[in-house]
């Protein structure tokens, strides 16, 4: 008995290489039960047809699942699913039953419910995506990205594969990130001074849990990551909000008995403001008259095209007391989840303690072929086409807001991918958001970067990395006519 040809489509949203849609498509058909042992499958050539493929296509996924033992092949009479197939389990399942539990009271704490910015899924159909922190498809170096991972796939690499590190990390990537990463940062450090972590985010998370408890008190900047503010009022510390200026945060503004500072010195979060080497020094003098340890978040800072970034905080530290935080999520691709962090060795040592408990280490897998990426060139290449890319954008960006009389509140002094901007008094930005999806405008309201009830209503973010240059001053153009329209 044949399988219908009319039984077969190909998901316009699948993900993959075509030949691999179409082996998921007939895998998925076996493992759920509606392809039998010893069922015919259609011809390449009628599936093809079909599919509106190559018929190369479909005879290579075919002879796929034929290796894997998915298939069989009967002489010139065609392809049948293998006796041999993975075969669906056969079990009825059990009547759900009603939830009595009260999680209200069993919850120990609530963790939802905190200021998030939820990205659309659906992003990249938008026209116009001023989205902060997403991947330029036609930037990223897929095809050596690739190569790297084939290679940590290899026997050589083994162990990074398959190996269970413990408390330790890959090697290779944290001799890269102490040789050339951290000097292009001025910072100097030994192994044991160096974690991995599974991006900047779990690296903040990691440092409040060592650093804070209820009796200490955090200071954090005014606007800032709102996933930072999240994640520290869960630490039970007392959290107090630092309004930033210009230059970020004041460290005049620091109050008494502060044991923590986190900041972003060279690229604010979200204002982009540069704090001055002058501030800097300040900074590093208020914390030593408190001895309070300071968390420096220095995201962005390979995306300097407009000039030398400043220098790390880190790199001025003569006591100890920073804990430097770098990521690549953001110079990579955000899935990669990859971030490290730099301290004194007493601290890493906690921090390592920790990590160990929470999730061992990161997929050594994903730590060999970053490393491999890093060391054989190939990510100073893709900074240098992304700079190339968001300088270009940030011209056009510029312009465009000048154009139509838009404010910017904000913008990176050394470059970066992202301008902070401002609406006229008594615009809400979150609706103003949710009108212009309508126009396939994404924009992101400022609200969320703001402590405390009374927050700004009139700020937003553009984020230029993702969306195409001929398309910014189009979409600045239905930005100003919006905003036009309530003014």
Not at 198 to 226: F, H, M
Not at 237 to 249: A, E, M, S, W
Not at 275 to 298: F, G, K
Not at 438 to 465: C, K, M, W
Request: charged content about 25%; some cysteine.
């Amino acid at each position: 008995m044949g399988i219908s040809v009319d039984t077969f489509f190909l998901d316009p949203n699948g993900q993959g290489t075509l030949q691999a849609r179409i082996q998921q498509m007939i895998a998925e058909g076996i493992l759920s039960g509606r392809f039998h042992t010893g069922e015919k499958l259609p011809s390449s050539r009628k599936l093809a047809s079909h599919l509106g493929v190559s018929r190369i296509t479909v005879t290579l996924a075919y002879t796929e699942l034929l290796a894997n033992d998915y298939l069989t092949s009967r002489g010139r009479s065609g392809y049948y699913v293998s006796q041999n197939a993975p075969v669906p389990p056969k079990y009825t399942p059990l009547q759900r039953s009603d939830d009595t539990v009260n999680w209200e009271r069993s919850l120990a704490r609530p963790f939802s419910g905190g200021d998030f910015l939820r990205k659309p899924s659906d992003w990249r159909d938008f026209r116009y995506p001023f989205i902060y922190g997403q991947t330029d498809r036609s930037l990223f170096d897929h095809a050596n990205w690739r190569l790297c991972a084939v290679r940590a796939l290899g026997h050589k690499d083994f162990d990074s594969l398959t190996g269970d590190y413990v408390d330790q990390d890959d090697p290779l990537l944290i001799e890269f990130i102490a040789r050339h990463t951290l000097p292009r940062r001025g910072i100097a450090a030994r192994p044991e001074e160096i974690l991995i972590t599974l991006g900047a985010q779990n690296a903040l998370w990691l440092a409040s849990r060592v650093l804070l408890k209820p009796d200490r008190t955090a200071a954090i900047e005014d606007p800032c990551y709102y996933s930072l503010r999240n994640l520290l009022s869960h630490s039970d510390c007392r959290l107090v909000p630092i309004r930033v200026d210009q230059d970020g945060l004041p460290p005049q503004d620091i109050p008494d008995q502060t044991d923590v500072i986190f900041t972003t010195p060279s690229h604010q979060c979200p204002t982009t403001a540069t704090m001055p080497v002058d501030r800097r020094n300040a900074l590093l003098d208020r914390a030593r008259d408190l001895n309070a340890i300071i968390v420096e978040d220095d995201y962005e800072f390979e995306m300097s095209y407009l000039g030398a970034p400043s220098p790390a905080l880190k790199s001025m530290d003569r006591d100890g007391r920073v804990v430097y935080v770098g990521s690549f999520s953001k110079s990579l691709f955000p899935g990669l989840r990859l971030g490290y962090m730099v301290g004194s060795e007493a601290f890493i040592r906690e921090v390592r303690a920790l990590r160990t408990l929470v999730l061992r280490h990161p997929p050594g897998h994903v730590q060999r072929t970053a490393a491999y990426f890093l060391s054989l060139g190939h990510y100073d290449a893709q900074i240098r086409r992304m700079s190339k890319a968001l300088h270009q954008r940030r011209d056009t960006i510029e312009a465009a807001i000048h154009q139509h009389g838009l404010t910017i509140a904000g913008h990176g002094y050394h470059g970066g991918s992202s301008i902070w901007m401002q609406a006229p008094n008594g615009i809400d930005t979150t609706r103003l958001a949710k009108e212009l999806r309508a126009r396939s405008v994404h924009i992101e309201p400022g609200e969320q970067f703001f402590s405390g009830s009374d927050r700004p209503r009139n700020y937003y973010r553009l984020g230029y990395s993702s969306i195409p240059p001929e398309r910014i001053a189009p979409g600045i153009e239905q930005i100003a006519q919006a905003i036009r329209s309530k003014t």
